[in-house]
């Protein structure tokens, strides 16, 4: 009888902090870019996180008009606000607080995402993921999802997790069937407060932090993450968090690196260059 060895759990390293980048996209919406900038272009298979949030109705009213994608998945999470989406396949739908849309752009759409409000605060976060390539080409879908429909937990006293996509504690958030198999977590953590956050060890990982600060890895290394700075994960299966004065709130985010190549070209993500010609072609032509 042969036995499987003993792994001893590993709590991962910050390997790198970094501060979000001012930019704007769509018709001039305000962002700040965490992922997709030239010091951070990519985490595998992570390609993009914007941060949205501003009560001045000048910084978003514009929203996005009618866009492409191929190639990969947008995610969008409502923190405050309510934003209108439409695409060219007649779907559409009302993203308000606390909603979540997990879109799989496949082969190819064309949506916009409008603001259905003229002022008040509009916060939230959309994050793109990359698809391998066996579905690059496949059939555009959703997966949508109101507040009331992410499971909330309390792992530790002092401690909430928002699920919206993984497992934690025999319970699993709402989004399934992604082939990165991510793991999204809203973490809310009360002043003075620790948590030792599973991480599959097969995942790349990071967090970025959006309220108060934290402390981060393992008591020996600690690094301090504050509001608007991400910190990318080394490797382990948990990362250790204590919450700084104010408290933190703070996104963890996991997903199963593709390892494959990336030809990039605004809303196109595939893995040739003849690839991206082929969706501007394709764009161009109307076969979206």
Same mark, same amino acid.
């Given at each position: 009888?042969?036995?499987?060895?003993?792994?001893?759990?590993? @709590?991962?390293?910050?390997?790198?902090?970094?501060?979000?980048?001012?930019?704007?996209? =769509?018709? =001039?919406?305000?962002?700040?870019?965490?992922? $997709?900038?030239?010091?951070?272009?990519?985490?595998?298979?992570?390609?993009?996180?914007?941060?949205?949030?501003?009560?001045?109705?000048?910084?978003?009213?514009? *929203?996005? &008009?009618? !866009?492409? !994608?191929?190639?990969?998945?947008?995610?969008?999470?409502?923190?405050? %606000?309510?934003?209108? !989406?439409?695409?060219?396949?007649?779907?559409? *739908?009302?993203?308000?607080? *606390?909603?979540?849309?997990?879109?799989?752009? *496949?082969?190819?759409?064309? +949506?916009?995402?409008?603001?259905?409000?003229?002022?008040?605060?509009?916060?939230?976060?959309?994050?793109?993921?990359?698809?391998?390539?066996?579905?690059?080409?496949?059939?555009?879908?959703?997966?949508?999802? &109101?507040?009331?429909?992410?499971?909330?937990?309390?792992?530790?006293? =002092?401690? @909430?997790?928002?699920?919206?996509? $993984? /497992?934690?504690?025999?319970?699993?958030?709402?989004?399934? %069937?992604?082939?990165?198999? &991510?793991?999204?977590?809203?973490? $809310?953590?009360?002043?003075?407060?620790?948590?030792?956050?599973?991480?599959?060890?097969?995942?790349?990982?990071?967090?970025?932090?959006?309220?108060?600060?934290? /402390?981060? %890895?393992?008591?020996? @290394?600690?690094?301090?993450?504050?509001?608007?700075?991400?910190?990318?994960?080394?490797?382990?299966? +948990?990362?250790?968090?204590?919450? $700084?004065?104010?408290?933190?709130?703070?996104?963890?985010?996991?997903?199963?690196?593709?390892? /494959?190549?990336?030809?990039?070209?605004?809303?196109?993500?595939?893995?040739?260059?003849?690839?991206?010609?082929?969706?501007?072609?394709?764009?161009?032509? =109307?076969?979206?």
């Amino acid at each position: 009888m042969t036995t499987a060895p003993f792994t001893p759990a590993t @709590s991962r390293r910050l390997t790198r902090v970094v501060r979000g980048m001012p930019a704007s996209d =769509g018709a =001039g919406v305000k962002l700040n870019r965490v992922i $997709g900038t030239q010091q951070v272009p990519d985490i595998d298979p992570f390609l993009m996180l914007d941060e949205f949030r501003s009560d001045d109705a000048a910084d978003y009213i514009a *929203g996005f &008009p009618d !866009h492409p !994608h191929r190639g990969f998945e947008t995610v969008t999470y409502m923190l405050a %606000g309510r934003m209108r !989406h439409a695409d060219n396949h007649g779907h559409s *739908g009302l993203m308000e607080a *606390g909603s979540v849309q997990w879109m799989t752009a *496949g082969r190819g759409i064309v +949506h916009s995402e409008m603001p259905e409000q003229e002022n008040g605060l509009m916060a939230g976060f959309q994050l793109w993921i990359n698809l391998p390539a066996r579905l690059k080409m496949g059939a555009p879908r959703y997966q949508e999802f &109101p507040a009331a429909a992410l499971p909330v937990l309390q792992p530790a006293p =002092g401690v @909430s997790v928002k699920l919206i996509a $993984g /497992e934690l504690d025999g319970q699993a958030g709402p989004v399934s %069937g992604i082939a990165t198999q &991510p793991v999204y977590q809203d973490i $809310g953590m009360d002043e003075g407060c620790a948590w030792t956050a599973p991480v599959p060890a097969t995942h790349q990982a990071f967090i970025y932090v959006f309220e108060g600060s934290v /402390e981060a %890895g393992p008591a020996a @290394s600690r690094h301090a993450v504050a509001r608007g700075q991400m910190a990318v994960l080394g490797q382990g299966d +948990h990362l250790e968090l204590a919450a $700084g004065s104010e408290g933190a709130r703070l996104l963890l985010i996991a997903g199963m690196p593709l390892r /494959e190549p990336v030809a990039r070209y605004g809303p196109f993500v595939m893995n040739t260059p003849q690839e991206i010609q082929q969706a501007f072609t394709d764009y161009q032509n =109307g076969r979206f």
